[in-house]
């Protein structure tokens, strides 16, 4: 089971720029995907990007399209996501997440979709505020 930590959310003002890190441990499959997720007060999970193993291949919801980039650096066992042109409305705690596939293939389906039900290891969240 992967152990997921994030880091690196804080306090911002609008049109800002953010860095968020997702150090994960524990995987010994080759397949497997890294989803970032958000959650705002009195709302549900959202999907805001995904990553997979195979080929490094990316994905954006469409409220990050443009601002956010996933990235990974494999030797540190680590994903990221740099947003930039930040809103009020991307305030939310900012989660990672993991899940293990049979198959490469598997990975574009999962990310596609971006659904929280489909990830089965979580860190603890990374609060992002995004104020003047």
């Known amino acids: 089971q992967a152990q997921l930590v994030e880091s690196g959310g804080g306090l911002v003002q609008p049109g800002g720029s953010l860095r968020l890190s997702c150090a994960a441990s524990?995987?010994?499959?080759?397949?497997?995907?890294i989803g970032w997720f958000r959650q705002a007060p009195g709302k549900g999970r959202e999907g805001v990007s995904c990553?997979?193993?195979?080929?490094?291949?990316?994905y954006y919801a469409d409220s990050g399209k443009g601002r956010f980039t996933i990235s990974r650096d494999n030797a540190k066992n680590t994903v990221y996501l740099q947003m930039n042109s930040l809103k009020p409305e991307d305030t939310a705690v900012y989660y990672c997440?993991?899940?293990?596939?049979?198959?490469?293939?598997?990975?574009?389906?999962?990310?596609?979709?971006?659904?929280?039900?489909?990830?089965?290891?979580w860190g603890q969240g990374t609060q992002v505020t995004v104020s003047s």
């Open positions: 997440a993991a899940v293990t596939v049979q198959s490469p293939k598997e990975l574009h389906k999962i990310c596609t979709y971006l659904r929280g039900a489909d990830f089965a290891s």
């Open positions: 524990g995987y010994t499959l080759d397949y497997y995907a």
């Open positions: 990553i997979s193993s195979s080929d490094g291949s990316t």
